[in-house]
């Protein structure tokens, strides 16, 4: 089956963590709004979010197309496309871990956009640009040594080896661990720098997965949206650690 | 079997979902840290918090512990107890819909915490007063209608009737909107009367679960916490409509 990816075309955002996993999967799949022609194209997105007959809408991007299924809210998607390609564990208990992982990981991305954007997503960033810069402070101070300590303690504490999250073997929260460590040195850079070594395990992680036949090619296609200032993770010197 | 919440003994926050959809089972339960005695109480919490040995340890409460498994997240404990409990559909695609209902939830939930607290969960209120005004002011004028005008949209778009969110049976997802729908009437109550019969089928919902057997016996009991100032829901009424 060939998959349907709707998402904003410009930005990595929250599709970035389904686009990994179907290119790890080595899924066919359409990132819909990226493509021209009838059916596609930003139009069809909108078309999608618009549709008041849907029985089963979608609130916000990303939405999955599988066959007659509609798929919302990213880590959803991901429980679902792990079960079908072997991004997840066999064991029920397994999948309860990967998931939990996955939505910890989910609260950490709300963290990470609400650094530029603490007021209200509907205004710019230089209408909140000094809460931003207060939320920003603690964000770097309080929240990522919580969220990164805790994610190097679970690589620390797998009996199976510290190469993956959950057990021995890749599963999607490995895959999402890559994109927020890679979002976090683009928008945080003198922050990571200064953080040395204190993340190892989660820096082998990162080159581990970029490594992957899949997403180096994946890494180096124009498949690949480049961080930018308008996704979640956004480079502004002034709410990086000075 | 019998299931152990580790959750804040104090306030409703994201353990009320969980403790919702205990009750509607009619499952045996302890909510562990509200007990005292060995192996009980807020040290019980604490100490599965600290317990650095865990091999798959949770981030943060509520965390459900059913038999060996220790699992992680609201949205996924409700996940596992819905399909245990006869509270999700019996179909892939029911069951799929309604955790993108939960997770659009969660991400509610997440807004509402942050009306007050928009800098830094390890502030106090008064530390962020000004800036959890702004906030709320844009909470209640745009994140509110899009909430709430969502899940009223999908209460009149499903073809098996309003009574719930999805199809024909009560789900997690209808206990979890009614704690919504009561959480907002306790904290923006002048916005909620302001918005009259806008969200009338959700109102409707709000009454429907209230008058369940299993869930009144709960809120009328002493395991059902009141609403306060040290959970998610808070009324200041600084931040309600003026």
């Given at each position: ?11 990595q955002?929250r ?16 990132d ?5 022609g ?19 809408p ?10 007659r ?20 564990p ?10 939990s992982?996955?939505l ?33 402070a ?18 620390a ?37 200064k ?7 989660l ?17 180096e ?8 200032r ?13």
């Amino acid at each position: 089956m060939s998959y349907d990816l709707f998402y904003w075309p410009t930005i990595q955002g929250r599709g970035e963590f389904v686009r990994l996993s179907l290119e790890e999967a080595g899924a066919a799949y359409r990132d819909l709004a990226r493509e021209s022609g009838k059916g596609a194209g930003v139009a069809a997105l909108l078309q999608l979010l618009k549709d008041r007959k849907l029985e089963r809408p979608p609130f916000a991007p990303p939405i999955l197309r599988a066959g007659r299924l509609l798929i919302g809210q990213t880590a959803n998607i991901l429980q679902y496309l792990g079960s079908r390609h072997g991004l997840a564990p066999k064991q029920a208990a397994g999948q309860w871990w990967v998931q939990s992982l996955q939505l910890t990981i989910a609260d950490f991305v709300d963290e990470v956009h609400d650094t530029h954007h603490p007021i209200a997503a509907g205004l710019y960033y230089e209408q909140q640009k000094q809460e931003a810069q207060r939320r920003s402070a603690d964000f770097l101070k309080n929240r990522v040594p919580k969220f990164l300590g805790y994610f190097e303690h679970v690589l620390a504490n797998n009996r199976r080896g510290e190469r993956y999250l959950a057990g021995a073997k890749l599963t999607y929260a490995d895959l999402s661990m890559f994109q927020i460590m890679a979002g976090l040195h683009y928008a945080f850079p003198r922050a990571m720098v200064k953080a040395g070594s204190k993340y190892r395990r989660l820096e082998l992680l990162q080159a581990r997965v970029q490594e992957r036949p899949r997403i180096a090619a994946y890494l180096e296609s124009a498949r690949r949206i480049a961080f930018n200032r308008d996704g979640i993770f956004r480079h502004y010197p002034e709410l990086d650690t000075q």
